[in-house]
């Protein structure tokens, strides 16, 4: 891709994410990304998007059409032979990737477990008050679903982090207490994130309980796929 | 005996094995099953009309997307002939029946999809599904790359603003449901 044209860093950021920059052009983006926090956030944001979409319409076995009065009818009929080709040669599509669909009619935070017993709480920022309503709502659902052997994961990316982060987080002693309390209540970081503040030079720890997940998107969207409910803070 | 009446073509084949790709594309589009359907079959029923424009092979997904990009704008004039299709949102973004489901990640983001305007929706489902490339999508949608990059990038940030609500709308929906 020609992006000699391209003066806007953010356009470039999306074509790296897209795979629209050769090697050169590559290399010269992840320079900046080393550089900048905030670049690397966006990238990953762009990343979860991304997969946010895929999620969202899987492929899936179509139905034969409706009638629609627009069209042709000599057009159906050479689709519909079509179609019977379809049932040869196809087979059965899988439905593996379908998102689980719950009844999703009525549930509030408070009556949450009436639906649903795993959910993962997903928290990418360390604004003071998102911190906060991460581990009220996770220790809410924690709560709910012990009764019902269910689980929660509270999964950290980016910014959202610092909640396990040991030196940046205020809720060191808090976080302990309800992994105490809640052995069904897990805290995951993102490995990719870990890895970017490694590369600039900071060590980072985390508070005691904490697991690591290689990549935070894959984490949620491999867990919504085996049916988990997804809360984004 | 009857064998070789049922035995679709090469080309058949190909259309066959694209079909549930461009339904998944139809209906991130227009976010209607029926409707994508029949856009899908109406396309499929116009490549076969026209399967001798196709001169390469390796283009037949792009031709496709083309081909139902076409006959959507197609249905879109037919039916709104007096909206500017450029400019065409999903008027409830915010309706009941939405919030209703807000906790399904799907439907947030299926939501979010829908609500963006016609020619942004198009360019981030033919990159972020089908993974076209710029070059791909500037000639389905005949509109030049940079205009491609420009629309990605306002359809991206519209998205993470409409999949992350801001904390005071969050509380006033909860209060709502509080009995």
């Not at chain 1, 009844?103 to 549930?107: K, L, R």
């Given at each position: 891709m020609d992006i000699s044209h391209v003066s806007n860093r953010n356009d470039l950021l999306h074509a790296l994410a897209d795979g629209q920059l050769d090697a050169a052009q590559s290399r010269e983006v992840l320079t900046w990304l080393e550089q900048e926090p905030a670049l690397q956030k966006e990238l990953c944001e762009i990343q979860r998007l991304k997969h946010l979409i895929r999620t969202a319409y899987p492929l899936a076995e179509t139905k034969p059409a409706a009638k629609h009065p627009y069209r042709h009818y000599w057009r159906q009929a050479a689709v519909y032979l079509l179609a019977l080709g379809l049932t040869f040669f196809a087979g059965v599509n899988s439905s593996h990737y379908l998102p689980h669909w719950h009844?999703?009619?009525?549930?509030t935070l408070d009556n949450a477990a009436e639906y649903d017993n795993r959910f993962i709480v997903f928290l990418d920022s360390h604004e003071p008050a998102k911190l906060e309503k991460a581990l009220n709502k996770a220790e809410n659902l924690a709560q709910q679903v012990g009764r019902k052997d269910g689980s929660v994961y509270i999964v950290t990316s980016a910014e959202g982090i610092d909640l396990l982060r040991l030196g940046a987080t205020q809720y060191e002693s808090r976080i302990i207490q309800m992994s105490q309390k809640y052995p069904h209540l897990r805290f995951v970081a993102c490995s990719n994130t870990l890895y970017s503040y490694k590369q600039r030079g900071e060590l980072v720890e985390l508070v005691e309980p904490t697991e690591v997940a290689p990549s935070a998107v894959e984490f949620v969207v491999k867990h919504m796929q085996e049916g988990w409910r997804y809360i984004a803070i | 005996m009857f064998s070789h009446y049922f035995r679709p073509n090469r080309f058949d084949q190909q259309l066959t094995e694209q079909r549930p790709k461009l339904h998944r594309m139809a209906l991130a589009w227009c976010n209607d099953p029926a409707l994508a359907d029949d856009l899908v079959q109406d396309a499929l029923a116009r490549a076969l009309e026209k399967q001798?424009?196709?001169?390469?092979?390796?283009?037949l997904s792009g031709w496709l997307y083309k081909i139902l990009h076409n006959t959507w704008m197609e249905y879109l004039r037919a039916r709104k002939p007096e909206l500017d299709i450029d400019d065409m949102e999903l008027t409830c973004t915010d309706c009941p029946e939405k919030q209703f489901v807000a906790g399904q990640i799907v439907d947030q983001v299926r939501a979010a999809v829908s609500a963006l305007p016609l020619t942004q929706r198009q360019v981030v489902t033919l990159v972020d599904?089908?993974?076209?490339?710029y070059e791909q999508v500037a000639l389905i949608l005949d509109i030049p790359q940079g205009t491609v990059m420009s629309r990605l990038s306002r359809a991206r940030e519209a998205m993470r603003k409409q999949l992350q609500p801001d904390i005071t709308q969050e509380q006033s929906r909860h209060l709502r449901r509080v009995k």
């Open positions: 009844p999703a009619e009525g549930i | 001798e424009q196709l001169r390469d092979e390796t283009r599904l089908e993974g076209c490339s």
